[in-house]
């Protein structure tokens, strides 16, 4: 079974902005991508395994994937209830909320990195009040969780908000006159149905987060071996005209990022699956 | 579709005293949680903003504008997102038109590619440019012999940015311009009108509001670029410092007042780009996802 290269069509102008795609894709992403891995090729395995394994750059995966792991799933838990609330609910001021919540994709990150280091510190509108608690936000662990919290929230809330409108009220309705309580119903119909869209966008999410810069380094603090995520170690030894080393740990993580991006689309595609399967 | 169980029997699920207690109670709790999250990660962060520039004063705030590199990087940020945001839409609509008004092989491969700088760390963005013009990089020798500066200078910032936001126009406009399917620009084509005219005659008026928030957002993502354009820009003050660079420059000054100044003008321009996508939504009247 071969297919053509290209099924027929009257429409003029494949060609030319086919062409014009692929070579503005090539020039602007591909080349420049593919220079980095040749880079990365010209070190020895030797060199490669050290600048990849150094301890330093182990504790920033540490925390650049730990933290990113813990504020997709703070986003999986808020993104939903969010999500519920903006659908299912009646509330004023439910419309502004509901934009608002493009907000991180909109807002520079150095402006959510600096606001919210501002606002966690401990001095700050809500970090004084949690400071006698022993709870440190801004320069630690914890405020680098809470700036890839924000940045990741508006993935899930808006993969989530269509799956829940595509929730059968109806089905749900005959469940309960049939005697199922709400966590049934919750557990057997709703969940479900949002389970992929909520993993999509979790990946997202997390997809996103590891790769985060701009929000970070100003709520970090920045220390080796504690606060330091892999982007600014990259950064760092560009600074000190390490290109190899931080062509390197770029290779780490564009390959990271390629396993997420095909999560992604499976996921995508088993999302598709499954509603199909759920007899619509 | 089967009919659901009748109107009296829900009704007196509904009413059941139970069962509304127990609701009301959950939708309290939803909306608590829901506005308090957001109170704390997005609200107070967006206030916080607009308090800091404006604590000593609207003079002082005016002031800061004053400020020949604050004045610098305004104007830097302006020139590159008007060299990029051009360059893009016009890729963004040949991309969706090659996508959505042909069937070929490899078509979910370079969907997926054009999506790559969405995945791909700002960081390494910006450090791909580092690699290929930088001076150690594979044409670093040869520019330096012929006097082209890239990397440190306007065109590594327009690249790194180009490279950020290439994927924005393109994303928008696939889904919809796939939506509206090929039946009018064929019947176009057949009653004799050229490509072109196809296009802005029958093609551009469906597409125009998914295009507007598209180049919208390319644009705002371009001037509020942070990650990739601190790798190639070299933070030399009033010559290579987008908006987003300067504030961290004033921030780390601890020019407090000035670094939330220039961070609520790019503040403003979020709010104008969800205002004019609010727009968009509005007047398509068709919800976005």
């Known amino acids: ?280 | 579709m089967a009919s659901g169980p009748s109107k009296a029997l829900l009704a007196e699920i509904a009413s059941r005293p139970g069962r509304t207690i127990a609701s009301t109670l959950v939708k309290s709790l939803f909306i608590t949680v829901s506005l308090g999250f957001l109170a704390a990660l997005l609200f107070a962060p967006l206030a916080i903003v607009f308090a800091t520039a404006l604590e000593k004063g609207v003079v002082l705030y005016f002031a800061s504008f004053k400020d020949s590199d604050t004045l610098a990087a305004i104007r830097l940020t302006l020139t590159v997102a008007a060299i990029v945001v051009p360059v893009n839409t016009l890729f963004g609509v040949a991309a969706a038109w090659s996508i959505a008004k042909f069937e070929f092989r490899g078509k979910s491969i370079l969907i997926t590619l054009i999506d790559l700088p969405i995945a791909v760390s700002p960081v390494i963005s910006g450090l791909v440019y580092v690699l290929l013009f930088g001076m150690q990089g594979w044409f670093g020798l040869w520019l330096q012999e012929n006097d082209i500066s890239i990397i440190f200078a306007l065109p590594g910032i327009v690249l790194a940015t180009m490279f950020v936001t290439f994927p924005y126009v393109a994303r928008e406009l696939i889904p919809l311009m796939q939506q509206m399917g090929n039946d009018e620009e064929e019947a176009a084509i057949t009653l004799g009108a050229g490509g072109l005219m196809t296009f802005f005659h029958v093609t551009l008026p469906k597409i125009r509001w998914g295009l507007v928030y598209g180049v919208i957002l390319c644009n705002a993502r371009a001037m509020g670029e942070f990650g990739a354009v601190s790798v190639v820009s070299g933070h030399i003050r009033g010559l290579t410092t987008t908006m987003p660079l300067h504030v961290e420059i004033l921030y780390n000054e601890y020019n407090f007042v000035g670094a939330f100044a220039v961070a609520s003008l790019l503040t403003l321009l979020a709010v104008v780009t969800l205002v004019i996508k609010s727009l968009v939504e509005w007047r398509t009247g068709y919800q976005r996802h």
């Open chain 1, 1 to 280: 079974m071969s297919r053509p290269i290209r099924t027929p069509s009257i429409l003029p102008g494949f060609g030319l902005t086919l062409g014009f795609t692929t070579f503005f894709l090539g020039a602007i992403v591909l080349i420049p991508l593919t220079a980095l891995v040749m880079k990365t090729a010209t070190m020895g395995w030797r060199d490669f395994l050290d600048v990849v394994f150094d301890p330093r750059a182990l504790a920033s995966y540490r925390l650049s994937f730990g933290a990113s792991l813990l504020a997709a799933t703070l986003n999986g838990v808020f993104g939903f209830i969010i999500a519920w609330t903006l659908v299912r609910y009646e509330f004023p001021g439910r419309k502004l909320i509901d934009a608002l919540i493009d907000m991180p994709f909109a807002l520079p990150t150095a402006v959510s990195g600096i606001a919210l280091t501002a606002v966690f510190a401990e001095n700050g509108w809500i970090g004084q009040h949690i400071a006698p608690f022993g709870i440190k936000v801004a320069y630690t662990w914890i405020g680098v969780v809470v700036a890839l919290t924000l940045i990741g929230l508006p993935f899930v809330v808006r993969s989530v908000q269509p799956a829940l409108l595509e929730v059968q009220r109806d089905l749900e309705d005959a469940a309960e006159t049939l005697g199922a309580g709400r966590f049934t119903i919750f557990r057997r119909i709703i969940f479900p149905t949002v389970m992929p869209a909520l993993a999509t966008g979790f990946t997202m999410a997390f997809a996103r987060a590891v790769g985060e810069y701009g929000s970070v380094i100003f709520i970090a603090g920045n220390l080796p071996m504690k606060t330091e995520i892999t982007p600014l170690l990259i950064v760092i030894k560009l600074e000190q005209f390490d290109y190899a080393g931080a062509a390197a740990l770029g290779f780490v993580m564009l390959l990271m990022s390629f396993i997420m991006l095909l999560s992604i689309n499976l996921l995508q595609t088993w999302g598709r699956r499954h509603v199909v399967a759920a007899g619509r």
